[in-house]
T-cell receptor
């Protein structure tokens, strides 16, 4: 079956503009996660959804970042008034559930460049 | 937040050599994971460890969960060119942070033919 897909694959924007990043999880996966990977760094957790609710959004770096999930499926990560330090690869993952046994499957990421 | 220290940062080896990398944490994790990331792709799970002291193999890969639950290592035997990539360790959060993965900074592996 299809894996996690993300769009766009690349996004170049100007400082101060808003951007929306989309994630389509694996069908049937109830949990969805957003991570950020800056150059030469490991992945940094941002937020996760169980169904449409976000039990843990403590990783969002500022109030310019927000995310939503609708219909227990697609999720959108929105960054308002982008800054140059927001440049990174934004990765989405999904898992069947949220237990220690549930593997997180990652999408290919969206590379965001803020000029 | 919880910090994972992964070493070495990079490795350059010849095809056929064995590789070892490790990860330490200032906090206890009950689940340790090792991922590999190829260029332009998301990380892919290689091995999951659920019990302190556990030694688990997946083909040429072997990983161990440290007794203190604060460390783990990954070994790759008889490396081949397709082993090239970035290897990440990760610890799975507990309690209120269950679901959250805490990642190391990665080990960039280069294999020369």
């Amino acid at each position: 079956g299809a894996g996690v897909s993300q769009s766009p694959s690349n996004k170049v924007t100007e400082k101060g503009k808003d951007v929306e990043l989309r994630c389509d999880p694996i069908s049937g996966h109830t949990a969805l996660y957003w991570y950020r990977q800056s150059l030469g760094q490991g992945l940094e957790f941002l937020i996760y959804f169980q169904g449409n609710s976000a039990p843990d959004k403590s990783g969002l770096p500022s109030d310019r970042f927000s995310a939503e999930r609708t219909g227990g499926s697609v999720s959108t990560l929105t960054i308002q008034r982008t800054q140059q330090e927001d440049s990174a690869v934004y990765l989405c993952a999904s898992s069947l559930g949220v237990t220690v046994w549930d593997t997180q499957y990652f999408g290919p990421g969206t590379r965001l460049t803020v000029l | 937040g919880q910090q994972l220290n992964q070493s070495p940062q990079s490795m350059f080896i010849q095809e056929g050599e064995d590789v070892s990398m490790n990860c330490t944490s200032s906090s206890i994790f009950n689940t340790w994971l090792w991922y590999k990331q190829d260029p332009g792709e998301g990380p892919v799970l290689l091995i999951a460890l659920y019990k302190a002291g556990e030694l688990t193999s997946n083909g040429r890969l072997t990983a161990q969960f440290g007794i203190t639950r604060k460390d783990s290592f990954l070994n790759i035997s008889a490396s081949i060119p397709s082993d090239v990539g970035i290897y990440f360790c990760a610890g799975l959060g507990r309690g209120s942070t269950l679901g959250r993965l805490y990642f190391g900074r990665g080990t960039q592996l280069t294999v020369w033919p």
